[in-house]
C-alpha cells in the first residue's frame, strides 16, 4: 500500500514562485502524479515522475527524488487562477489505481 | 465527447434509497476507475475495470457498493439501501491502456450525492 502526506493548505502571492512538497510510503513504486483540483469540478491532470529529477512544463514543473520519497510541485509567475486544490497521488504499479493524498488548497492573493 | 462523462452531475436521495450513477469513459480507453471523495479530502479508490473485467474492489466500503462495466464500456456504480455517510462525490476516470507507464487518469466532473 502507499501512504500520501501533503500540506492542507498554503498561500502565495501572484507572480510569486510556490512550492508544494509530497511525501510517500510505497510497497512498490510506478509514478507519481499530480493533479490540479478547481472546487467542483474534475481533477486536471498536471504531471507525471517516475524517474528521479525535474520535469517542467510551462509554469509548472514537478521534481522527485525516489530515494527520498519525495516529490514537489512548483509553480511559477502565480496567477489568481492558479488557487485551487493540488493533489499529489502515487502508483504501486503497472496501470493500477492511485493513492490520492487529501489535497494542498492552494490560494493565490493579489 | 472528448473527456469522460458522468451522470447525474447531482444527486438527491432518501435514506434508504437505491441509486446508480453512470460513466462514459473516453472511447477506446480500457482502464476504468471509481473514487470516492469526501469535503475537504482526496479521491480515495472504490473499484476498477480493465475493459470488462473488475479486477479488483477492494475500495468499496461494503457490499452495498455494486459496480459493472458489462460491454466494457459505460460503467454504472450502485448503491444499495443508501446510508447518510454515501453522501459525496464519486469521481469516474478512464486510462488509455495497460502497460504503458506514464498513462494519467482522466476524471470527469463526477457525481455529487447527497443523502437525506
Known amino acids: 500500500g502507499q501512504n500520501i502526506d501533503q500540506p492542507t493548505e498554503m498561500t502565495a502571492t501572484e507572480g510569486a514562485i510556490v512550492q508544494i512538497n509530497c511525501t510517500y510510503q510505497?510497497?512498490?513504486?510506478?509514478?507519481l502524479f499530480w493533479y490540479q483540483q478547481h472546487a467542483g469540478e474534475a481533477p486536471t491532470f498536471l504531471s507525471y515522475?517516475?524517474?528521479?529529477g525535474l520535469e517542467e512544463k510551462g509554469r509548472f514543473s514537478s521534481f522527485l527524488s525516489r530515494s527520498k520519497g519525495y516529490s514537489y510541485l512548483l509553480l511559477k509567475e502565480l496567477q489568481m487562477k492558479d488557487s485551487a486544490s493540488y493533489l499529489c497521488?502515487?502508483?504501486?504499479?503497472?496501470?493500477?489505481?492511485?493513492?490520492f493524498g487529501k489535497g494542498t488548497r492552494l490560494s493565490v492573493i493579489a | 465527447g472528448a473527456g469522460v462523462s458522468q451522470s447525474p452531475r447531482y444527486k438527491v436521495a432518501k435514506r434508504g434509497q437505491d441509486v446508480a450513477l453512470r460513466c462514459d469513459p473516453i472511447?477506446?480507453?480500457?482502464?476504468l476507475f471509481w473514487y470516492q471523495q469526501a469535503l475537504g479530502q482526496g479521491p480515495e479508490f472504490l473499484t476498477y475495470?480493465?475493459?470488462?473485467?473488475?479486477?479488483?474492489k477492494s475500495g468499496l466500503p461494503s457490499d452495498r457498493f455494486f459496480a459493472e462495466r458489462p460491454e466494457g464500456s459505460v460503467s454504472t456504480l450502485k448503491i444499495q439501501r443508501t446510508q447518510q455517510e454515501d453522501s459525496a462525490v464519486y469521481l469516474c476516470?478512464?486510462?488509455?491502456?495497460?502497460?504503458?507507464?506514464?498513462?494519467?487518469?482522466?476524471f470527469g466532473d463526477g457525481t455529487r450525492l447527497s443523502i437525506l
Open positions: 476516470a478512464s486510462s488509455h491502456s495497460v502497460g504503458v507507464r506514464n498513462q494519467p487518469q482522466h
Open positions: 510505497t510497497s512498490g513504486f510506478n509514478g
Open positions: 515522475n517516475v524517474l528521479d
Open positions: 497521488a502515487g502508483r504501486d504499479s503497472g496501470n493500477t489505481p492511485l493513492v
Open positions: 472511447s477506446g480507453h480500457v482502464s
Open positions: 475495470f480493465q475493459n470488462e473485467a473488475q479486477l479488483d
